[in-house]
């Protein structure tokens, strides 16, 4: 089995920043892409910012320049910091990442739980 829990959520001002973690456990042989999602309330859920094993990112316009995503591939973790916060930032965000399992060597897709980041004064 395979979990992912994310950890630094919580309550920031406009203009904060918060560094969210994502550590992966379980009967991993390897971890290929990492992803963050957000999911507002009444909104879907949406792709934040993604990252190759090999380092190359992507991330949604809305937080280009503010929100920057990396791992280390040796504590099979995932990170996002999250800089100049706004209240539109509000959602519970999930770690994503596709991971190939030791024996069988499948490949399958995984989420954490979620964690709550929540932007106001």
């Known amino acids: 089995q395979v979990q992912l829990a994310e950890s630094g959520g919580g309550l920031v001002q406009p203009g904060g920043s918060l560094r969210l973690s994502c550590v992966a456990s379980g009967s991993i042989f390897t971890i290929n892409a990492m992803r963050w999602y957000r999911q507002a309330p009444g909104k879907q859920r949406e792709l934040v910012a993604a990252i190759t094993r090999g380092g190359t990112t992507t991330s949604a316009d809305s937080v280009k320049g503010r929100f920057t995503i990396s791992r280390d591939n040796a504590k099979n973790t995932v990170y996002l910091q999250m800089n100049s916060l706004k209240p539109e930032d509000t959602a519970v965000y999930y770690c994503?990442?596709?991971?190939?399992?030791?024996?069988?060597?499948?490949?399958?897709?995984?989420w954490g739980q979620g964690t709550q980041v929540t932007v106001s004064s």
């Open positions: 994503n990442a596709d991971i190939q399992v030791l024996i069988s060597k499948r490949s399958a897709n995984y």
